[in-house]
């Protein structure tokens, strides 16, 4: 298959330009987030050379602005046209601009020089700016506006601009706990398991885990386990289409009992199957599986 056959592979070059504080940094952080390779204020001459080096169905983000060596637009476009002839690459170029007033703002917030004031007025500079980067925004194959955007609303939407579905899918993680043994610190939903009766307390039960029949058993036996499971599914149900919705990347559930060996355990394996049956992926972990069972912990 020749390189340039239009089934080839092709390095996805994605060109980010804009108005100084209009959001450059930001759009290029969340890039690199979601499987990108960013570079910030590369020669832009020097493109040329660097592509065809990278891997076939690789995402080069390159970013730029007026600050940038050698920005010459219309020379800029001018290599836009002689890369999208080519047949190993597909350029895209991004342009985020923001209105004057919101621009003046933010720099008097931040007190940052704008790099084309050089002691003018803040306004002057913007002005000057949106005028040389004019025939890239006419240019640009999309343009995002942040006047009205928070950052989140910036990085939401080069999210969904740019990641893939399966960058976008978010990460579950359930994990099973033991109180005695220390609070994860990065739950994001923390369930506790004491209130169901104890396996551990039980002969022939003790040395066994929530992974075996027995200890189900016992568990499903207190009447207290499936009408608080229920409550518990059906807010797992409710909460993580929303929590995905927000464009949360992880999401990390925790389920905790006394040693982490029974009642957690089970419970989390049942929140997973719960889970699977909604159409997510979570990766389930026991942090305390692997701990012998001891009367002192339980007795806390």
Not at 11 to 28: C, D, F
Not at 204 to 213: H, N, S
Request: aromatic content about 8%; charged content about 25%; hydrophobic content about 40%.
């Amino acid at each position: 298959m020749t390189a340039d056959s239009p089934t080839s592979p092709r390095q996805r070059v994605l060109l980010v330009t804009g108005l100084s504080g209009a959001g450059k940094s930001t759009a290029l952080q969340v890039l690199e987030d979601i499987g990108w390779e960013a570079i910030d204020n590369f020669p832009v001459r020097l493109l040329g050379g660097l592509l065809g080096n990278e891997d076939e169905d690789s995402q080069l983000a390159i970013g730029f602005d007026s600050r940038t060596r050698g920005f010459v637009p219309a020379e800029i476009i001018a290599m836009c046209k002689q890369l999208a002839a080519r047949g190993d690459v597909e350029v895209t170029t991004l342009f985020i601009d923001c209105a004057g007033g919101e621009l003046e703002r933010r720099y008097n917030e931040t007190r940052r020089p704008h790099p084309m004031a050089r002691g003018r007025p803040v306004l002057d500079g913007i002005k000057a700016e949106r005028e040389l980067l004019e025939p890239l925004r006419r240019w640009a194959d999309i343009v995002i506006d942040t006047s009205d955007f928070s950052t989140n609303q910036l990085q939401q939407e080069v999210r969904e601009q740019f990641a893939s579905s399966a960058e976008r899918e978010m990460t579950v993680t359930i994990s099973s706990f033991g109180f005695a043994r220390g609070t994860p610190p990065l739950a994001d939903l923390l369930f506790d398991m004491r209130f169901i009766d104890n396996p551990h307390w039980i002969e022939g039960l003790r040395e066994k885990t929530g992974l075996e029949a027995e200890v189900a058993a016992h568990i499903e036996a207190d009447p207290a386990f499936e009408p608080a499971f229920a409550r518990i599914a059906d807010l797992l149900r409710e909460l993580l289409p929303r929590y995905a919705a927000q464009d949360r990347s992880y999401l990390n559930i925790a389920f905790g009992c006394t040693g982490g060996r029974h009642r957690s355990v089970y419970s989390a394996e049942r929140a997973a199957d719960v889970l699977r049956a909604e159409g997510f992926s979570p990766t389930v972990i026991h942090r305390n599986l692997g701990s012998r069972p001891a009367d002192p912990l339980e007795r806390r």
